[in-house]
């Protein structure tokens, strides 16, 4: 394994994935400036921001690993994991909640026999 994070070519796939990363990250937060500026009785508001927001850390999470991978920072590859993964699981449970909220029952669903 340590071939691969020494390896004197890694600059090249590294640089490709940071510039993707980039690349998602500014489409995201594009998404989030179309979801903020929208009127607010819209119903897609908030979960077009949040989607937005999903994208731009899936983003940075990339280009984060990229620069990690082409500088040896094991510390900027944990942060970018940890963070990442971390905000990904709550935008995505933010974004479930958002589209199938109203559906959502609390507590046990509860039959009456008469």
């Known amino acids: 394994m340590e071939w691969l994070i020494e390896a004197p070519w890694r600059h090249y796939p590294a640089a490709v994935a940071m510039a ?5 990250a500014i489409i995201g937060a594009q998404r989030q400036v179309d979801g903020i500026t ?4 819209d119903p897609a508001k908030a979960v077009t921001w949040m989607r937005g927001f999903r994208r731009t850390i ?16 094991p510390w900027l590859l944990a942060l970018s994991l940890i963070i990442g ?16 909220g ?6 046990p669903r509860v039959t009456r026999r008469l």
């Open 20 to 24: 993707l990363g980039a690349l998602l």
């Open 102 to 107: 109203k559906e959502l029952r609390l507590g």
């Open 85 to 100: 993964a971390g905000e990904i699981f709550e935008s995505s449970l933010d974004v479930w909640a958002l589209t199938n």
């Open 38 to 41: 929208r009127p607010i009785d």
């Open 58 to 73: 899936i983003g940075l999470a990339i280009l984060g690993i990229g620069a990690a991978w082409m500088w040896q920072a």
